[in-house]
Structure formats: structure tokens, C-alpha cells
């Protein structure tokens, strides 16, 4: 979000405001968070893990390839990342039993649709900045009520 808020209205704000969301996040939920019970994944998650993360470090300069290259729209990688980024958590949301990933990656990929109909168009570099301002903001949240979404319920939450 820093990075992306330097070409948007405001991006002074926009900086402050993340700042102060991150450090929020990691005192409220990392630092004081509650506890999540879950147990350690198996090795069928961890394999959707590694081929998840292998497939997105795979797309993300091939696709950023036929943008900068083939399409002449190098403003649009940054909306590329955003949608690769996103659909990589899809699996993790039933190989993790988590379902809080499939609404994150649900919410990235329409993030970076919507950035890429403001962006592909005109390469525009303002569109493609607020695509990534706005992931940062889902980001964000996610970040701060995932926990809480993905916990086990105990006995005390009854």
C-alpha cells in the first residue's frame, strides 16, 4: 500500500492510514490476538501450499511478460499480481478447512477485475494505483478479522 499510494490523490493519507491499521493489526491480533486452536496441516495441504505458491511465482512474470511486451500495458502488471496473488489463496480455503481464504482470494480476484477494466484500457498508472491501494486495504482487513474467522469455537464462544 505505501508503494502504490504514490501515485493517487491523497497518498500522503493513504500511507498514515495503513501505518496505523498495521500497527493496529499486529497489536490487537498478533501480539494480543486471541488464541487459534487449529491443528498442523497435513501433508495433502501443504503439497496445495507448494503448488499454489509455485504456480503464482510462476504467472505473475508471465503474465507480466505478455503485458509489458506483447500488450504495451506495463501500468497493468501491478493489477496482474494483484489477481494471481489472489487467486492463489482459492485452495487454501478447503486444504486448509479455512474458509476465510476462499472469501480472500474471492475479494482480490474482484479487486483486480475492477482494476483491470479502469486500467487495461488506457494503462493508466492512477487505476492501476488505486487497485493496489484498495488490495491493501483488503489485505488489511482480512488481516485483522481473519483470526477471529478462522478459530476453532470453544466452550467459552457458546
Aim: proline share 7%; net charge neutral.
Amino acid at each position: 500500500m505505501f508503494v502504490n499510494a504514490g501515485v493517487v490523490p491523497f497518498s500522503s493519507v493513504w500511507r498514515i492510514l495503513a501505518a496505523l491499521a498495521f500497527a493496529a493489526i499486529m497489536w490487537f491480533v498478533v501480539l494480543r490476538g486471541p488464541e487459534v486452536h487449529q491443528e498442523p496441516p497435513s501433508r495433502r495441504a501443504l503439497r496445495i501450499y507448494g503448488f499454489s505458491v509455485v504456480a503464482m511465482l510462476i504467472a505473475i512474470p508471465l503474465g507480466a511478460s505478455v503485458l509489458i511486451n506483447v500488450l504495451d500495458r506495463p501500468n497493468a502488471v501491478l493489477v496482474w499480481v494483484i489477481f494471481v496473488v489472489g487467486a492463489h489463496f482459492w485452495p487454501f480455503a478447503r486444504a486448509f478447512e479455512l474458509p476465510v481464504f476462499g472469501w480472500l482470494s474471492a475479494s482480490l480476484v474482484l479487486v483486480a477485475v475492477i482494476g483491470a477494466i479502469a486500467t487495461v484500457p488506457s494503462d493508466s498508472q492512477v487505476a492501476a494505483g488505486w487497485t493496489g491501494v484498495v488490495a491493501g486495504l483488503v489485505l488489511l482487513v482480512f488481516s485483522a478479522v481473519g483470526p477471529a474467522l478462522s478459530r476453532t469455537p470453544t466452550a467459552e464462544d457458546v
